[in-house]
């Protein structure tokens, strides 16, 4: 079973930054990985997808975080990260970490075999 673990998430107000970061098996990074979150009542094929990169440089952002996130890795420390700026209530959400083959469209969750166990976050207005 792969290991991906989730870190960083936390309680902040709006318009402030967190980062969250994902440690996984260096094999990991030759393929896709992304970023998902979930929010109360939606099942977990319906995570949104919000950020995604494969295994060079090319990265993939939902358009409801563009310019607002980053993400990145770092592929010395096996370790994904996200960085969020300015965020909004509606980030409110448990954010997940992923991996798998590059799925046709990086930002749906069905194509992702391997997920972490999540990290809480919460924006308050």
């Known amino acids: 079973q792969a290991q991906l673990v989730e870190s960083g998430g936390g309680s902040v107000q709006a318009g402030g930054s967190l980062t969250l970061s994902c440690e996984a098996p260096?094999?990991?990074?030759?393929?896709?990985m992304a970023w998902f979150r979930q929010v109360p009542g939606k099942e977990r094929e319906q995570r949104e997808g919000?950020?995604?990169?494969?295994?060079?440089?090319?990265?993939t952002y939902a358009d409801s975080v563009k310019g607002r996130f980053t993400i990145s890795k770092d592929n010395d420390k096996n370790t994904l990260y996200l960085q969020m700026n300015s965020l909004k209530p509606e980030d409110t959400a448990m954010y997940y970490c992923?991996?798998?083959?590059?799925?046709?469209?990086?930002?749906?969750?069905?194509?992702?075999?391997?997920w972490g166990q999540g990290t809480q976050v919460n924006v308050s207005s």
């Open positions: 992923a991996s798998d083959s590059c799925p046709m469209d990086p930002l749906w969750a069905p194509g992702y075999i391997y």
């Open positions: 260096g094999y990991m990074y030759r393929g896709c």
């Open positions: 919000v950020a995604a990169i494969a295994a060079g440089t090319r990265t």
